[in-house]
Every structure is written in C-alpha cells, then in structure tokens.
C-alpha cells in the first residue's frame, strides 16, 4: 500500500488532538431567524444573514424570473461570453447605491480581494496590511508578490510609521484594511487612515464585507458611514452576506474598475456569478434604496441584544457592530458553552485559538432583522440560564 497520502491522516489526528477539526453542521432549513440543524429546531445567532434577505421574497421571486429569460448557467468568463446585460445593470446599480463613480462585479468577496490587490501591486511594490486582516485579504497580499508589512491593528500612528520607515524603497504603496472586523465587531479608522494614506500618496483599499448592508446610510457601507465618497480607491464589498446572495464586487474609481476589467484574473479566468444570483442581488438593491426599514430593525436589534447582555454581566468586547462576541477566555469553556447553548435550542459559534487570540476564546453571536423581539428574549433567557450553569454570570 502506498504511504504517500498518510501525512493527511496524521495531520488530521493532529488537528482532531489540539481541539482545532472542523465538526461542520448541516442545515436542513431556508435561512431565517430559526433553523433545522442536525435535524434540531434552533434559534439561529450564527449566520451573516444580517438583513433576512437570503430567504426574502422578493429576492426568491426576481431569481425565479430570471431563471427563464436567462436559463441557469453563465457558461463563459465575463471577458469572452459571460456578460449579460445583467451583469452590468448590477454594477450600474451598486455605484449609484454606493455614491460612487463604478463598480466591478466579481463571484465572491474572496474572489473580489485575489482579483484586486494582485492587479494592484506586484513585486517592487509594498502592502500595509491590518495584522487582524480577514484570510482572503492576506491571501491575496501573498498572490501578488509584494512585500507585505503589517501594522498595528485599527492603528493609524503605526500605519503612518510603517510607511515612513518604508518611504522610496518601493515602485508603489497600498495600504488594506478590513472595515468591520469579524471576530470582534470593530471598526477600521477610515477617515483617520485615509488622512494617513492621502498624505503619503499611498493607494487606499477597504473590505467591507461585514459593512456592506449594515454600516452607513441605509447600508450604503463603511465609506458612507466616514463620509469618503471618491477617496478610498478600491472599496471590496459581499453580496454574501447582509446581501443575502452570493458574490462580490469593487466599488469606487472608474480607473481602478477599468483595470480589473483588464486584469483581474478570477474576472479573467473565472466564470461569470449565475443569472439567478445577479437577479437576486438587484432585487436587493431595489429592497435597500426602498427603505431604510430592515437596517434600522438591524441596528435596533443589535443595539436591544447587547445592553441586554452586558446588563445580565456578560462581557462583549470591543463590539461596534450587530457582530457581538461574548467573551469566555479558554476554548473549552467556549465550547461547552455552545454545546450548551444548543441543547437549549440556540445555534451560536464558539471561536477558540487560531481564529482569535489565545485566552480570547468567545461565543459569536450575530444579530440579523430577521429576529423578532420574541427571539431576541428567548435567546437572552437561554444565554441567562447557560451562563449561571456553567459561572460566568452570577
Ligand atoms: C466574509 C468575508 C469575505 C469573503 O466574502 P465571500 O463573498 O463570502 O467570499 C471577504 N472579506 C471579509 C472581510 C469577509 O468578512
């Protein structure tokens, strides 16, 4: 028998040891406030489903329509034989939305950054990254080649320090940042950063991935939130997540668009997003230009759920955002307190060491307008009721 696959099952027995193996749940429902689990009915805190738009009518309804004009399959990349007029309706539509000048369209947020950052810089050139940058970001920086130098998180004194020290070594700068930080729920400075990078000429780039739909007007998204419309050159934004579909987009200069369409190659190499998905993230505009109704209830919801937390004496970081993390410290504790959780009919993610740091272990909880207040107090009851159990509350 052949040996050369058996690293595979020791790194796996590795993983399963330090407590790291992935168990992936099934979900066996529609997404929504509740979810079939494993089989289980549960109140769901886990998806990024922030605006309830996964399962929205309207959204179901525009892809169902499509599904006849334009059949199921883009079958072509968008540069020989994928764009559909579709596509560029979306892009016309999220620049309008966004208040700014273009948008690209790509099939993911992590397709979004490889297509990006790549096109960007290459090897003369250097990266200031965020450390708590989100993988596709540092994946991304890795892809093209430059030298990356990582800065203090949400700091822009060190990301001023990091460029000074670098100043006239490199061809080009980029400086990249997440906009909402995922595990913890803050914000990036923008306003503070772009005040740093306009300085020293260095090209700006935000992910706003956890922003999009949920910070600014109306969702409009990080850059609106700081008021930095036609500043930040490359906005990365998901219609994954507060979206409720799937893909990913650029917004912002017309001549950083114009050059992804040249030389980003997942927009080059990859096939174009579906026509049902393009359908459905339109229909999602036509919902956030409509009303600010689902992202008020979102901030509403967010804002209820997370005094009502801290007044019940848990501890939820650094949170600015519908992302609240309840901090726990060790990875045990956090994940007897979701195996807790769940047998009482809430689904909420532990993240332990590598995912945050060590010590910093946490329940995620995310906050979506799909819960009703009814949810929101079921849910705070449960956490109530786990956290006496297991000493974190008293
Ligand atoms: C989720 C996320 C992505 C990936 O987006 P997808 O559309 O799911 O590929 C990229 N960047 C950040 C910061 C994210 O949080």
């Not at 208040?99 to 950054?113: D, L, P, R």
């Not at 009303?291 to 009502?308: G, H, I, P, R």
């Not at 504790?333 to 995912?355: D, I, K």
Request: glycine share 10%.
């Amino acid at each position: 028998m052949s040996k050369r696959l058996d690293w595979i099952q020791e790194e796996l027995e590795a993983l399963k040891q330090a407590g790291l193996y992935n168990r992936i749940r099934t979900i066996g429902s529609a997404q929504g406030a509740w979810l079939v689990v494993d089989g289980k009915r549960v109140l769901n805190f886990c998806s990024n489903n922030y605006l309830g738009l996964a399962n929205h009518p309207q959204m179901v309804r525009a892809a169902q329509e499509i599904l006849n004009v334009y059949g199921v399959g883009p079958a072509a990349v968008r540069t020989i034989a994928g764009t559909l007029e579709l596509h560029l309706e979306l892009e016309r539509r999220l620049a309008r939305f966004k208040n700014v000048e273009a948008a690209i369209t790509f099939q993911s947020g992590f397709m979004a950054n490889l297509a990006a950052i790549p096109a960007l810089v290459g090897k003369e050139d250097v990266i200031y990254s965020d450390e708590l940058n989100h993988a596709s970001i540092i994946d991304a920086c890795r892809l093209s080649g430059a030298t990356i130098v990582r800065y203090n998180h949400v700091n822009p004194d060190a990301l001023d320090e990091a460029i000074r020290q670098n100043k006239g070594k490199y061809r080009r700068g980029l400086a990249v940042t997440d906009g909402v930080f995922s595990m913890d729920g803050d914000i990036a400075p923008l306003d503070k950063i772009y005040e740093v990078t306009s300085q020293h000429e260095v090209m700006l780039m935000v992910d706003d991935a956890h922003g999009e739909g949920v910070l600014g007007r109306g969702g409009r998204g990080i850059v609106d939130h700081f008021d930095l419309h036609g500043k930040v050159d490359v906005e990365v934004g998901t219609f994954s997540k507060a979206f409720g579909v799937v893909g990913g987009a650029v917004a912002g200069s017309p001549l950083i668009v114009e050059w992804l369409r040249q030389r980003g190659r997942p927009f080059l190499f990859s096939s174009a997003a579906t026509p049902a998905d393009v359908a459905a993230c339109i229909a999602a505009l036509d919902i956030l230009e409509n009303s600010t109704e689902l992202v008020d209830k979102l901030w509403a919801n967010a804002n209820y759920f997370k005094s009502e937390m801290r007044r019940l004496g848990f501890d939820t970081g650094l949170s600015v955002t519908p992302i609240t993390p309840i901090m726990l410290g060790e990875a045990p504790l956090a994940q007897q307190f979701s195996r807790e959780l769940f047998e009482e009919g809430v689904f909420a993610m532990a993240l332990g060491f590598p995912t945050v740091p060590r010590g910093k272990a946490r329940i995620r909880v995310m906050i979506s307008a799909a819960h009703s207040q009814e949810d929101l107090q079921k849910g705070l009851e449960i956490f109530a009721r786990v956290g006496k159990k297991l000493g974190v509350i008293h």
